[in-house]
């Protein structure tokens, strides 16, 4: 959590990319597009210096000279995460490292590649960390396919032989889950962790209207802090706001919404977005 100066006050503005693919279906919500609808908003508030890039953008919104004059970025995909570039997904991974760039990743973009890449680099250094390896092997799961029901949970990792030398192989994370539910339908979102900067303002509990239900277990690496978590009356539930440092970066993931409710278009989640930039420039 931190405990430096707030970056409102700061003479500096974040400057955030709001990046979205932009799928068809999001115009019975978002009429301008979600990502522009989270960035429109984002813009009015004080501090933060905004702009807004698509997947059909010249070098798909995500050109050199762009992300370097990003502290933040926002990240909807859904129906396109292979196309989006490895090579640009590898750079922004890179980024995060090395601490240039913060990720805040929303909804279904638990399964961008960028999200995915992300997480996979975490898995390793809390594998090496865990183990006392200097290499590991990585074993990929299949492309954007549901983990089964009962399978174990990914990321794990255990020693194998090569050649006569122990190796450690590390399962990366799915980053996906067993069960969904695409109808929409109320969600009760708990406030886990009041007292941190993601959460100021936010009720201890609040309830979104329609929502897409995800369920645990989630395949990603331990969080480091689990913020928010996410009910549904026939009994789910779902942590649905959790941080991760990655090197010298940070990722938040927030997880309610679907491109066809108006999640992103209500006070507080749009708070939660808010917070999340501040808090994740800060922690850069």
Same mark, same amino acid.
């Given at each position: ?23 068809? %279906?999001?115009r019975? *919500? ?5 990502g ?13 210096a ?14 050199? @000279? ?11 995909? /859904?129906?396109?995460?292979?196309d989006?570039? %490895? ?6 991974v890179?980024?995060? #490292?090395?601490?240039?760039? *913060? ?8 399964? &961008?590649?960028?999200?995915?890449? $992300?997480?996979? *680099?975490? *898995? ?21 396919? $549901?983990?089964?029901a009962?399978a174990?949970?990914?990321? /794990? ?13 590390v ?15 109320? &969600? ?21 209207? #329609?929502?897409?239900?995800?369920s ?5 690496? %331990? ?6 978590? #996410?009910? !549904?009356?026939?009994? %789910? ?6 941080? !991760?440092?990655?090197?010298?970066? #940070? ?22 977005? @808010? ?10």
């Open positions: 959590m931190s405990t430096k100066p707030d970056a409102e006050s700061s003479t500096a503005p974040i400057r955030v990319l709001v990046w979205d693919e932009q799928q068809p %279906e999001q019975a *919500a978002y009429p301008e597009f979600l522009q609808a989270i960035a429109n908003h984002l813009s009015r508030r004080p501090g933060l905004v702009r807004a890039a698509r997947l059909d953008d010249p070098e798909q919104g995500l050109a050199a @000279e762009v992300l370097d004059a990003t502290d933040v970025l926002v990240w909807w995909g /859904h129906r396109r995460h292979p989006v570039d %490895e090579a640009r997904v590898a750079d922004l890179r980024r995060i #490292e090395e601490g240039q760039i *913060a990720l805040l990743a929303l909804h279904s973009s638990h399964w &961008s590649r960028l999200f995915i890449r $992300a997480m996979e *680099a975490r *898995a390793i250094a809390d594998a090496k960390a865990a183990m006392g390896a200097k290499q590991v092997e990585v074993q990929r799961p299949i492309p954007f396919a $549901a983990p089964k009962g174990p949970v990914t990321p /794990h990792w255990c020693w194998v032989e090569r050649e006569g030398s122990p190796v450690l192989l399962v990366a994370p799915n980053c996906g889950f067993p069960t969904w539910r695409r109808v929409g339908g109320p &969600s009760r979102v708990t406030t886990l962790l009041p007292e941190h900067p993601i959460a100021a303002g936010v009720p201890t509990a609040f309830d979104l209207r #329609e929502t897409e239900m995800y645990e277990p989630f395949h990603v690496p %331990e969080p480091d802090a689990v913020i928010f978590e #996410e009910r !549904w009356p026939t009994g %789910e539930h779902f942590r649905t706001g959790m941080t !991760w440092r990655v090197g010298r970066g #940070e990722v938040f993931y927030f997880g309610p919404g679907h491109e066809t409710y108006d999640v992103f278009r209500q006070e507080i989640p749009l708070r939660i977005i @808010e917070n999340a930039v501040r808090y994740l420039r800060l922690e850069r």
